[in-house]
């Protein structure tokens, strides 16, 4: 994971050869209180997604990732976190030498708005080195 130079808060992930990639962004806390909100962006060959993620106190996705790496040996099945409206799912699996992650944005549908809704998927591949 690397930082945005273009937003010092920024935190993006590479996914791949092609320049695709999800980040994270414009982190705040509007009212003051445990609701965190934040964007998060997939962009690649003929993918542009974005969309605002809200949690309480971050639902649990920092203690999602830090488990991701205290297991970094392993572990079976697949392990997933959603944000607290199913915005954002992300989901890990541990494939021997390497975890598939797999990142999900939602563009939920609003009844009578004639909006519609859209699913983006990218797929991150990460090598294990535990130093």
Not at 2 to 16: F, L, M, R
Not at 26 to 55: K, M, Q
Not at 99 to 127: H, K, M, N, Y
Request: charged share 20%; hydrophobic share 35%.
């Amino acid at each position: 994971m690397t930082s945005n130079e273009g937003d010092a808060d920024a935190v993006q992930v590479p996914s791949g050869p092609t320049g695709t990639f999800v980040r994270f962004s414009s982190c705040r806390r509007p009212y003051g209180d445990d609701v965190l909100i934040f964007t998060v962006e997939a962009e690649g060959p003929g993918l542009s997604a974005a969309i605002g993620v809200t949690t309480v106190a971050g639902d649990g996705l920092v203690e999602f990732l830090q488990s991701l790496d205290d297991d970094f040996r392993g572990w079976p099945g697949k392990r997933t976190w959603t944000s607290l409206a199913n915005e954002l799912e992300l989901s890990a699996t541990h494939q021997g030498q390497s975890v598939d992650l797999q990142w999900t944005l939602r563009f939920p549908q609003e009844p009578g708005t004639g909006v519609r809704c859209w699913i983006a998927t990218l797929t991150s591949l990460f090598s294990l080195e535990k130093t």
